[in-house]
């Protein structure tokens, strides 16, 4: 994980020395800097889909990547792969606060998300999510259950999709690094290009999966602070379940997202009848 940190902090060391510039006080001027033009959290489309944005694409970016190597992180200049594009966008879907209108944690990711902060500081305070549900934004206390159970199922179903192309990237990675081990390189920027961009892989996923269990946190306090404040016993099973069917992706997903196929079976598991109706998985015995 900490590949070309020597050759990072070596450079900053020499940058200090050559200008007599506190690194500490640039920091913090920059980061007051980005923290006024991040105040707003990245704007959003149809379906919370990201918009194209000049301060979030070019400026914060650039910003970022000089606060990475200031700190010593790997910053790679290698174009992006297909699927490590991919990876950053499915990514972004599950690192991003639930409720897309927070600016506090929508902020800490965006920081993150751009380098401005090392990745996995990304984190979404879980207490935030209970205090969007008490919004005037939701009339009937039933609809604040129903909110939680469908950001809940919504979280499951991106999981495995996530992963797939994880595991994708990993063996890119892997293929990457047999190579580096086996051709001449002939610059420093090609081999430190190629283990920074293995570096930012594998913290791009070890953050999601930061973010995805800090999601977990956040749906479960609300649900207690719900069950108190507006008790709903019909909706409290349905939330749980959800919270539960989430749970079971992201340890699926921890297990190197391998659950399809875990044990080399030829044919995919059955479906569990008691959660999609009992006995309608295969046609009745004709007798």
Known sequence: MGYGNAVQKSHAFDERQRFGVDLGWFRAILLTSVLALAA?????????????????????PAVGENAARLRGDPVSKFNYTNDEKLLRDRGWTLIRPPWTKDWIGGTMVELSRTRVLPETEGRVPPDLYLIYLRSDKFRSSDARYDKIAA????????VMPFCEVALRVQKADDERLRVLRNQKVTTEETYDGAKARVWENRVMIKWVGQALRYRIIAYKKALKGLEIETPSQDRVW??????????????LAEASCEANNRYGQDKPAKKSRIYTGWGNERPPVQK
Do not use: W, Y
């Open 151 to 158: 950001d809940a199922t919504g979280d499951a179903s991106l």
């Open 40 to 60: 707003c959290t990245r704007p959003t489309g149809d379906f919370d889909r990201a918009r194209p944005s000049v301060i979030h694409d070019d400026l914060m």
């Open 238 to 251: 349905k939330v749980n379940n959800a919270i539960r069917e989430l749970e079971g992706q992201v340890r």
